[in-house]
Antibody
Framework: EVQLVESGGGLIQPGGSLRLSCAASGFTVSNNYMSWVRQAPGKGLEWVSLIYSGGSTYYADSVKGRFTISRDNSKNTLFLQMNSLRAEDTAVYYC???????????WGQGTLVTVTS | SYELTQPPSVSVSPGQTASITCSGDKLGNKNACWYQQKPGQSPVLVIYQDNRRPSGIPERFSGSNSGNTATLTISGTQAVDEADYYCQAWDTSLYVFGTGTKVTVL
């Protein structure tokens, strides 16, 4: 059974840093496309970042240069390093698995990041 | 940047058909997916590759994609289908979500 469990969210001041983790089971992270998607309170879904099985990474313009997606193959875990956080980064962050025919077929339960002074 | 536009809300009576549109430039040339999200829950994939249903998704959900518009159709809508629905377009370097549509079953 495919499972994704995010962790690492919390309360952080503007300008601070946070690292989110997404522990995967039931499949191999490095063999799939993995994404981070966020949802601000009461708002819609926003794609944040993507890492392909080959290691190529992509970012939404809103986070480019501040966020870094990575993975630890030995731990079968996906990460999102978030630096220079802003109030507008406040959201529930979901990790999601994808394949070459489906961008995001399985989603985690999400972790809440709140950026506030 | 690429944008996808959906109507904010759609109302439908039980047993009737709900159609949700998703508009974007040359959207028909991209792959389109649809997600259902209920309050407090993670999104669930209901349509991928324009018109394919994942296992476990009821047959009343169908999709199409041509020109500048993708459409999600829910036939014989049930109360359990009340939720927010998001379209998504994707290609090699870009994943984009639509603005979302709240479906209300009256």
């Amino acid at each position: 059974e495919v499972q994704l469990v995010e962790s690492g969210g919390g309360l952080i001041q503007p300008g601070g840093s946070l690292r989110l983790s997404c522990a995967a089971s039931g499949f191999t992270v490095s063999n799939n496309y993995m994404s981070w998607v966020r949802q601000a309170p009461g708002k819609g879904l926003e794609w944040v970042s993507l890492i392909y099985s080959g290691g190529s990474t992509y970012y939404a313009d809103s986070v480019k240069g501040r966020f870094t997606i990575s993975r630890d193959n030995s731990k079968n875990t996906l990460f999102l390093q978030m630096n220079s956080l802003r109030a507008e980064d406040t959201a529930v962050y979901y990790c999601a698995r994808g394949t070459d025919i489906v961008p995001t077929d399985y989603w985690g339960q999400g972790t809440l990041v709140t950026v506030t002074s | 940047s690429y944008e996808l536009t959906q109507p904010p809300s759609v109302s439908v009576s039980p047993g009737q058909t709900a159609s949700i549109t998703c508009s974007g430039d040359k959207l028909g040339n991209k792959n389109a997916c649809w997600y259902q999200q209920k309050p407090g829950q993670s999104p669930v994939l209901v349509i991928y590759q324009d018109n394919r249903r994942p296992s476990g998704i009821p047959e009343r959900f169908s999709g199409s994609n041509s020109g500048n518009t993708a459409t999600l159709t829910i036939s014989g809508t049930q109360a359990v289908d009340e939720a927010d629905y998001y379209c998504q377009a994707w290609d090699t370097s870009l994943y984009v979500f639509g603005t979302g549509t709240k479906v209300t079953v009256l």
